[in-house]
């Protein structure tokens, strides 16, 4: 049936949806290694609006401790400077003249299980989002059920349903165990 088939591809793009949302939320969550996605959330004033510092700057990691920013206007030090302390990342940058330059402190084992404890947390927002898919899936199976649709087929659609989910939970799962040992790794 066409509008089954539907279900189950709208479905799996929901579910595929929010694999996409968490790999973007572990971007963000740092493993101790500098990388440009750190300030990814930062704002800049920019002549009086807030533009994205990837907008307004170079961002470079020259090592696995550092993250430089070059501006592409000098007059733009100070207020990326001010950015990047507003943004509370804990980071201090220091301003050398040209460019600024961020030292990422090492990572301790209580901020570790912090951020394993995030890491965890997104993962099980994930979880929610595939779990809400699968209910609304199976809510449409039942609607096309109740209009007539053959019990069998529902039954199949519904079993389908719940494999997909699965095999979303498993990655999600995965995406877990990968992100954690990068986190723990020192």
Not at 43 to 51: A, I, K, M, N, R
Not at 88 to 97: D, I, R
Not at 128 to 135: C, L, V
Request: with cysteine; proline share 4%.
């Amino acid at each position: 049936m066409e509008e089954i088939e539907f279900i189950l591809d709208s479905t799996k793009e929901s579910m595929n949806g929010s694999i996409a949302h968490l790999e973007k939320e572990f971007l963000n969550i740092r493993a101790g290694k500098a990388s440009p996605q750190m300030l990814g959330g930062v704002f800049v004033d920019y002549y009086g609006s807030q533009t994205p510092l990837s907008q307004v700057a170079n961002i470079n990691v020259p090592d696995a401790r550092t993250i430089t920013v070059t501006p592409w206007e000098k007059s733009m030090l100070h207020p990326i400077e001010k950015a990047i302390m507003v943004a509370n990342l804990g980071f201090n940058p220091m301003n050398n003249g040209d460019n600024i330059i961020i030292s990422v402190p090492a990572l301790t084992e209580e901020r570790r299980r912090d951020l394993v404890k995030q890491a965890k947390a997104e993962a099980e927002d994930a979880k929610i989002g595939i779990r809400n898919a699968r209910k609304d899936a199976n809510t449409e199976i039942k609607k096309l059920e109740k209009e007539g649709a053959s019990e069998d087929v529902c039954k199949s659609a519904e079993e389908d349903v719940q494999k997909l989910t699965d095999a979303f939970i498993k990655k999600i799962d995965e995406h877990l165990a990968i992100k954690e040992a990068e986190i723990m790794k020192v």
